[in-house]
């Protein structure tokens, strides 16, 4: 009998959606994942070349709008091309550290006009290495138009406690970064149990 050999390295499938609901997929495995969205390319947009109104964060240039951007779980795509998101979070919390998520994505809304080449990547608390990477992916907007870029990582393990930092970068440029919070539940039990006897 053969040994079996699992790959544990993280695992993204990266799909957008425009308005005319034409999608495109590729997946790949490895350390710098591949993915593969519309064609385009494009105006980079540097961190201090952006405004933000409204919640709306877009380049000065004001082609391109990044609306919102969303973990969750998984994202369907359902009759009448509407998208489900399932399992909508802002934290995670777990019982034993380090953890490795089977599955999550993360959702960015563009809209503007335009081509564009999009990348999400996972930073450690520190900032000083990435937890994971997905490959440059060209997108486009048509005028007037939107874009959902959906990258779905897999098996990816967060090490500690902490607050990553998940980045959108467009055209290699920093283009937005949130939060994403990792707890241990065990020591948010024992810090409360602490504050009770004081």
């Known amino acids: 009998m053969e040994p079996v050999n699992r790959d544990t390295r993280p695992e993204v499938s990266v799909l957008v959606w425009n308005n005319l609901r034409k999608m495109r997929v590729h997946r790949a495995t490895g350390s710098f994942e591949s993915s593969l969205l519309s064609d385009g390319g494009g105006d980079s947009a540097a961190p201090e070349d952006l405004s ?5 964060k877009q380049s000065k240039s004001g082609k391109l709008e990044l609306v919102y951007t969303i973990f969750c779980d998984d994202v369907r795509l359902e009759v009448g091309n509407k998208l489900s998101l399932m399992g909508i979070f ?4 777990v019982q034993q550290l380090p953890v490795s998520l089977i599955k999550f994505a993360v959702v960015n809304h563009w809209r503007g006009e335009g081509a564009y080449l999009s990348e999400v990547r996972i930073l450690s ?3 000083q290495y990435p937890i994971v990477v997905s490959q440059p992916t060209r997108f486009e907007v048509a005028p007037g138009g939107f874009a959902d870029n959906i990258s779905f990582f897999v098996n990816v393990t967060f090490p500690v406690a902490g607050r990553y930092w998940v980045q959108t970068l467009v055209d290699s440029s920093l283009f ?9 539940a065990r020591a948010q039990m024992l810090d409360g149990a602490t504050e009770s006897v004081n």
Do not use: A, C, T
Not at 90 to 93: H, L, P, R, V
């Open 52 to 56: 933000v109104e409204k919640g709306v």
């Open 90 to 93: 802002q934290n995670i919390m």
């Open 125 to 127: 608390p520190d900032r």
């Open 176 to 184: 937005d970064e949130q939060p994403l919070v990792v707890m241990d």
